[in-house]
């Protein structure tokens, strides 16, 4: 059930990439253009926006079952849960100990400094 609603969803995630980017541009940002928008009888009616909408209601009902799904034991554990529990059983792995620096002269002028 999980691969069947995963493949719709990366379906439904190109047909929305699509349609979006085939519409028609309303002229730049903070809703500047020729006065069409959204919620304009022009806009109410055009078949890429209510396409636009119907996808994104399909994409979202998606994860949610997506999720609703997993939640229940659809799926296995996850991934940070996998790593954590790896890490608890593994063994500590076996350091030797670094031996000692031994303390060196310091190097001493070969120029003869004048004061």
Same mark, same amino acid.
């Given at each position: 059930?999980? &691969?069947v609603l995963l493949?719709?969803?990366?379906l439904v995630c190109i047909a929305l990439v699509t349609v979006i980017l085939m519409q028609r541009s309303e002229g730049g940002?903070?809703?500047i253009g020729d006065g069409?928008?959204?919620m304009s009888a022009r806009g109410a009616?055009?078949?890429l926006t209510k396409a636009t909408a119907?996808?994104? &209601?399909?994409?979202?009902i998606n994860s949610v079952l997506l999720t609703v799904l997993q939640s229940e034991g659809g799926g296995g554990p996850s991934l940070i849960d996998?790593?954590?529990q790896r890490e608890q059983?593994?063994?500590a792995p076996i350091t030797t100990p670094a031996p000692a620096p031994t303390p060196t002269q310091p190097a001493t002028p070969t120029v003869p400094l004048n004061n």
């Open positions: 059930m999980t &691969a493949v719709i969803h990366v940002a903070l809703g069409g928008g959204f009616g055009n078949a119907i996808l994104a &209601a399909i994409f979202f996998r790593i954590q059983t593994a063994p």
